[in-house]
């Protein structure tokens, strides 16, 4: 699992999502059971309006949502391609970024925040915006240990090395290229929507970042050079 995460192996998460050969898959409902428990699929309840909820697609929802009754049926191939974060699902940045909280300070889903504090005329601190907990525990710390380290892998040796394995402090990355079905006829590319979600110092983690660029023709190329500048900018205050 380690070197699935670090490497975005594809196949490795098609085989524990769907299952293959002696191997049963998670399926669907337990899939989303396991997204729902780190905020996917639901307002993160962020102090901000217009907020979107997401998708987090099942059985049930295709055969409600297509009219269509060929549409309707739940295909083994759903399965696997919700399984890498694909297909019919919908995520927000900020629900990614909720989402990898509990992966990073040791198990609490947190409700997002704009501001730390408020100050009067003066510049006085007058109140205090403390962390708001939606739910810890819910989640094996071994568990989630190892995605840290896969995390850590994809800098040391993995999909996200080339740019930050050479920063002054160790960073742990997690890249993610979704296909949209858009295609270029001119040069024959595909379009992707890259995403990156990068944590740093690895030991004492600051920071959760989300880099999220729209319909790109390469993926971590366009990414992973804005985590790097974000990073550097941060630590360098």
């Known amino acids: 699992m380690r070197k699935a995460i670090a490497q975005s192996v594809n196949v ?19 899939i989303k059971k396991y997204l729902e428990l780190f905020g996917w699929g639901n307002k993160t309840q962020i102090d901000l309006p217009e907020e979107k909820g997401g998708l987090l697609p099942d059985p049930e929802w295709k055969k409600t949502y297509f009219k269509e009754k060929v549409n309707q049926i739940w295909y083994d191939g759903d399965t696997y391609n919700l399984s890498i974060g694909q297909g019919y699902l919908k995520v927000t940045p900020l629900q990614m970024a909720v989402s990898y909280l509990p992966i990073v300070n040791g198990g609490k889903l947190l409700k997002p925040k704009l501001a730390k504090g408020i100050l009067d005329s003066n510049k006085t601190l007058v109140e205090v915006i403390k962390p708001e907990v939606i739910r810890e525990g819910f989640i094996k710390d071994d568990n989630l240990e190892v995605v840290r380290q896969g995390m850590r892998g994809a800098v040391t040796n993995g999909s996200c090395t080339d740019w930050l394995n050479n920063l002054p402090f160790p960073t742990a990355c997690k890249t993610g290229t979704a296909q949209t079905g858009k295609f270029d ?53």
């Not at 002696?22 to 669907?28: A, E, H, I, K, T």
């Not at 004492?204 to 900018?233: D, G, Q, R, Y």
């Open 185 to 237: 006829p001119a040069d024959k590319k595909n379009y992707f929507n890259a995403w990156t979600v990068v944590f740093a110092p690895y030991d004492e983690p600051e920071i959760v970042l989300v880099i999220f660029v729209k319909e790109v023709k390469k993926a971590h190329p366009t990414v992973m050079p804005v985590a790097k500048s974000v990073l550097e900018w941060y630590f360098s205050r």
């Open 12 to 30: 490795y998460f098609y085989t524990i999502g769907g299952g293959y050969g002696d191997q049963d898959g998670l399926g669907p409902s337990r």
